[in-house]
């Protein structure tokens, strides 16, 4: 597509049920980035795929957030037993760069607000 | 570990003034990336500009211009004769060896509004 795709834009869910939220990026694009945005906290860094890497999930807050990325293309961000501090805007993000070869232009979705009552 | 300071939460100004939006950032890589980003209230973070840590050229596209300083490791953003249409919030970003020069450490932004 012409841009970054996110999905749903909203999302209101239960404490404690799970989430799903979805990226597909910009075709073409081998970099594919996760980023959480919340009040106070400002943009977090979440996860990154590379291509065909193990992905960094360095940014990963807890070990109910998890992410896939099938065939180098859609990825999917899923948050188990969501808590209401999990409330936010997640924001995909895709580019061209390879890790390492420079500082990396990123396109950004709308983003996905997540509200967790 | 790197680290971006937007010290200004908020800023308000007239339609047609100039305003500045101060970025401060700290690494210990001599070679490293800033960026700024806008985001309207629509939501998606629009990218604005990339400079590299070795070009400390100042650059003007327009009504922007940014003022990159490594003695002072800041990175302003300057807008001229503001518009409406400027509101959003403006994030500043770096990316460093820490990060594989991929991932994006941003500041906590500045909401810029611009009244009539």
Redesign the interface.
């Known amino acids: 597509g012409a841009?970054v795709s996110q999905s749903p834009s909203n999302k209101v869910t239960e404490k404690g049920k799970d989430v799903e939220l979805r990226c597909d990026p910009i075709s073409g694009h081998t970099?594919l980035?996760w980023?959480r945005q919340s009040l106070g906290q400002?943009?977090?860094?979440l996860i990154?795929f590379?291509g065909n890497s193990a992905p960094?999930k360095s940014?990963l807050p807890s070990d109910r957030f998890s992410a896939e990325r099938t065939g180098g293309s859609v990825s999917t961000l899923t948050i188990q037993r969501t808590q209401q501090e999990d409330s936010a805007?997640y924001?995909c993000?895709s580019s061209l760069?390879r890790?390492?070869?420079?500082?990396?232009?990123?396109?950004?979705?709308?983003?996905t607000?997540l509200t967790v009552v | 570990a790197q680290k971006v300071t937007q010290a200004q939460t908020e800023i308000s100004v007239v339609e047609k003034e100039d305003v500045t939006l101060d970025c401060v950032y700290e690494t210990r890589d001599t070679t490293y990336?800033l960026?700024w980003?806008k985001q309207p209230p629509?939501?998606?973070?629009?990218?604005l500009i990339?400079r590299?840590s070795f070009d400390e050229q100042n650059e003007i596209s327009g009504r922007y211009s940014w003022n990159f300083q490594k003695s002072t490791s800041s990175f302003n953003f300057t807008i001229t004769a503001s518009q409406v249409v400027d509101s959003a919030v403006y994030?500043c970003?770096l990316?460093d060896m820490n990060?594989?020069?991929?991932?994006?450490?941003?500041?906590?932004?500045t909401m810029l509004l611009v009244s009539p």
């Open positions: 841009g970099a980035y980023y400002g943009l977090e860094f990154y590379q960094d940014g805007v924001l993000a760069a890790a390492g070869a420079g500082g990396t232009e990123a396109f950004f979705g709308q983003g607000r | 990336y960026f980003y629509s939501g998606e973070l629009v990218f990339r590299n994030f970003a990316s990060s594989g020069y991929s991932t994006l450490t941003f500041g906590k932004g």
